[in-house]
């Protein structure tokens, strides 16, 4: 049996207090983003709680169906996108929010006020993977909002990732770890199940310079640009001047991120020839790229589309996919330079 954990009550810091902590480095702040920011954490326990008993599905219920109690059980995913709506809607801290789930923007119900930020979030990135027990992830983006007042518009939500004040993910795995940042810095906070709060774990977390993983579907290489496999080889070594780096991939995006973050390396989802009418790739600039690519540049990383960084791209659709490699700069740029000297 492990020894139980202890705390010394000094060095707990809660998400709440660090919210608050970096809240009072900015003079003119209002609060209101510090309290989105916690609501955000609200969400994570919340779908925790849920996740964790997602393989006793088959003795539950399953999608839409009545359970033993007469509730009706949803999809995690349905689960998770209506739980960031309703814990978010009536706050008043929001002009319109956006999520992978829905087609067009989510306005704020009219019996609500609105308030100067903007939510864009995946609900449950990677969902297909709860059936095999692997981890999924919620990643979320804040922005202000550029409309002067009412209702918020789609112009709200197509933002360049540059102008992001907050993102960051929720990763639901063996424990559960909030990752964000505000601009100053990358911080991860696990949850503590006992306690029910997120304790500070990773303070100013930094992308080791010396990479370690790749990380890419590589069943689909075939479908791949000349540039794209070339890297690969490179990364692999085969050019015989480089050592070749390990490859790990779970197929999903949270987790895969996660890794590269604190291991070191490159996640990389490129455009691939597989489906004539996306021909850009898998990934969502709005819900997937943009907020990784902002937490990872914190963290010392980069990311790009493989011909430019990804939060400098003014997006024109709410669901506009891109192709995204993000990481150690080195590797990332290494990545651009073989897109430029073989595709184009
Ligand atoms: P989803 O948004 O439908 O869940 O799909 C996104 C997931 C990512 O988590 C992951 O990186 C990718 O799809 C894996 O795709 P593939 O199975 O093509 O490798
Ligand atoms: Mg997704």
């Known amino acids: 049996m492990s020894a139980p954990v202890t705390y010394s009550s000094d060095s707990i810091v809660t998400i709440e207090r660090h919210i608050l902590e970096e809240q009072k480095t900015y003079p003119e702040a209002t609060g209101v983003l510090t309290s989105l920011l916690y609501d955000i954490a609200l969400v994570g326990k919340y779908i925790a709680s849920r ?43 929001l002009a319109v929010m956006a999520s992978e789930e829905h087609p067009d923007i989510i306005p704020i119900p009219e019996q609500y006020p609105t308030g100067k930020y903007v939510l864009l979030f995946d609900p449950l990135d990677g969902s297909s993977n709860i059936d095999v027990n692997a981890p999924v992830g919620t990643i979320f983006s804040i922005y202000r909002r550029i409309s002067e007042e009412g209702p918020g518009t789609l112009s709200d939500c197509l933002q360049p990732g540059k102008n992001m004040v907050a993102g960051g993910y929720i990763l639901f795995g063996t424990s559960t770890m909030l990752v964000y ?86 996640f990389y989802y490129p455009a691939d020839k597989k489906d004539p009418k996306r021909p850009t790739g898998k990934l969502r600039l709005l819900y997937e790229a943009a907020p990784l690519a ?38 990332v740029e290494k990545a651009e330079e073989f897109i430029r000297t073989y595709d184009t």
């Open 51 to 93: 996740i964790s008993r997602a393989g006793l599905v088959d003795i539950l219920g399953a999608t839409a169906a009545i359970n033993v109690q007469g509730e009706v059980v949803m999809r995690l995913d349905e689960l998770a996108d209506e739980t960031i709506i309703r814990l978010n809607q009536h706050t008043g801290r």
């Open 181 to 266: 940042t505000s601009g100053n810095g990358t911080h991860g906070f696990t949850l503590d199940p006992t306690l029910g709060e997120f304790l500070l774990s990773h303070p100013n977390i930094q992308i080791p310079s010396k990479p370690k993983y790749y990380s890419v579907n590589q069943g689909y290489d075939i479908y791949w640009s000349e540039g794209v496999r070339k890297f690969t080889e490179y990364l692999q070594g085969k050019d015989g001047q480089s050592k070749p780096l390990s490859s790990r991939y779970i197929g999903s995006l949270v987790g895969d991120f996660h890794r590269t973050l604190l291991a070191g390396g490159i």
């Open 294 to 331: 902002f937490v990872m540049a914190q963290a010392g990383g980069y990311a790009s589309d493989g011909t430019q960084d990804i939060l400098e791209i003014v997006p024109h659709d709410l669901h506009q996919r891109v192709p995204l490699f993000i990481g150690n700069r080195e590797l």
